[in-house]
Antibody, heavy 121, light 114 residues
């Protein structure tokens, strides 16, 4: 069974940093493109970032560009999201999702359970 | 970037009745390479991750009940629930996944029991 499990969320002050992880199991992870999606309180789903299967190509939403960095360690089957210069508006549940294979992108499935990031003083 | 717009924002429907959610994209989602529309639908209930319902605009994901169906092509798409069940109460999102990211979502439609 394909499973994704996020971790690393928590409470952080504005301007602070946090690193999210997404551990994968049950599929040939090294081939798969992965994404982060977030949902702020009372808001809809927002695509945040995508990385291709090899980890060489990355994409970011304008709202996080220059502050967030997506990466993946294929040997450890883990996806990361390094978040710097955090703002209150980054407060959200962050989900990781399988997004395709190699550089062939498709629908998001499966998704992890999500991890909550709260940016507040 | 492709903008996805759903209607309505909120939809009250009686149990057993049909529910229809619309999604409009700012550009055609028809892929020239395979003549399919790169459009997905998700169901999101509180405390759970989003669940894939439909991909390629009309292909049901594994395990999705056949009361859920997707239709449309180009820029206009529809998700239909033929007979609403209590467990279908959720927020529904469309998403385009054409070419390279950003793969944008619609703003969501909250489906509730009338």
């Amino acid at each position: 069974e394909v499973q994704l499990l996020e971790s690393g969320g928590g409470l952080v002050q504005p301007g602070g940093s946090l690193r999210l992880s997404c551990a994968a199991s049950g599929f040939t992870y090294r081939n798969y493109a992965m994404s982060w999606v977030r949902q702020a309180p009372g808001k809809g789903l927002e695509w945040v970032s995508t990385i291709n299967g090899g980890g060489s190509t990355t994409y970011y939403a304008d709202s996080v560009k220059g502050r967030f960095t997506i990466s993946k360690d294929n040997s450890k089957m883990t996806l990361f999201l390094e978040m710097n210069s955090l703002r209150a508006e980054d407060t959200a549940i962050y989900y990781c999702a399988n997004t395709g294979e190699g550089s062939y992108y498709r629908w998001f499935d499966p998704w992890g359970q999500g991890t909550l990031v709260t940016v507040s003083s | 970037d492709i903008v996805m717009t759903q209607s309505p924002d909120s939809l009250p429907v009686s149990l057993g009745e049909r529910a229809t959610i619309n999604c409009k994209s700012s550009q055609s989602l028809l892929s020239i390479s395979n003549n399919k529309n790169c459009l997905a639908w998700y169901q999101h209930t509180p405390g759970q991750p989003p669940k894939l319902l439909i991909h390629w605009a009309s292909t049901r994901a594994s395990g999705v009940p056949d009361r859920f169906s997707g239709s449309g092509s180009g820029t206009d798409f529809t998700l239909t629930i033929s007979s609403l069940q209590a467990e279908d109460v959720a927020v529904y999102y469309c998403q385009q996944y054409c070419n390279t990211p950003p793969h944008t979502f619609g703003q969501g439609t909250k489906l509730e029991i009338k």
